[in-house]
């Protein structure tokens, strides 16, 4: 079953359209024996040279949450696990493992992570990815200020947080 990719589906601005294309490829994944999807790409669309925009919802925090919380609901109501990935400012493929994006607090809390705020506190997603690239020099899948203090104990995150494939460092 061939789907829009993110950003065309959030070109729609319909988070109930998002909600059924969720439940489709959540129903698929089930019927492949898939337990986790990888999906949906929560990253913002900040940087055009950026290979994996097409998967993201878009550059606005708001419409990307919107978007966000109807896909991944619709997955999981499918017994699938959805994975916001990639937490955070994944901006380029290339040289990724060393890219290093400075961000100020206030544009962490209202740019970048609205839509994965809304993943876990309205949609209830089963797992986060963190993503390759460093943020504020720390690599994500060691970075305690995002994955303890903001995603398990500011937003009560339970779920299964994931490195990306060999994004581990230490």
């Not at 950026?50 to 949450?65: K, M, Q, T, V």
């Not at 991944?72 to 937490?87: E, M, N, R, Y």
């Not at 290093?100 to 839509?115: F, M, V």
């Not at 949609?123 to 970075?143: E, F, R």
């Amino acid at each position: 079953t061939a789907m829009a990719a993110g950003i065309n589906l959030a070109a729609t601005w319909d988070a109930a359209l998002a909600e059924r294309v969720g439940r489709e490829i959540g129903r698929d994944a089930r019927a492949k024996g898939v337990h986790f999807l990888l999906g949906p790409g929560l990253n913002i669309y900040r940087a055009p040279m950026n290979g994996r925009n097409f998967e993201y919802f878009g550059e606005d925090p708001f419409l990307a949450s919107r978007m966000a919380v109807g896909y991944i609901k619709g997955v999981q109501s499918q017994g699938v696990s959805a994975t916001a990935k990639h937490l955070m400012a994944n901006n380029s493929e290339f040289d990724r493992h060393n890219t290093d994006s400075i961000i100020d607090e206030r544009t962490l809390r209202e740019i970048y992570l609205p839509a994965f705020e809304a993943a876990v506190k309205d949609a209830h997603v089963g797992a986060v990815m963190d993503s390759y690239n460093l943020v504020n020099g720390t690599h994500l899948t060691q970075n305690s200020m995002l994955n303890s203090e903001i995603l398990k104990q500011e937003w009560g995150f339970a779920g299964v947080l994931m490195s990306d494939w060999f994004a581990t460092y230490d």
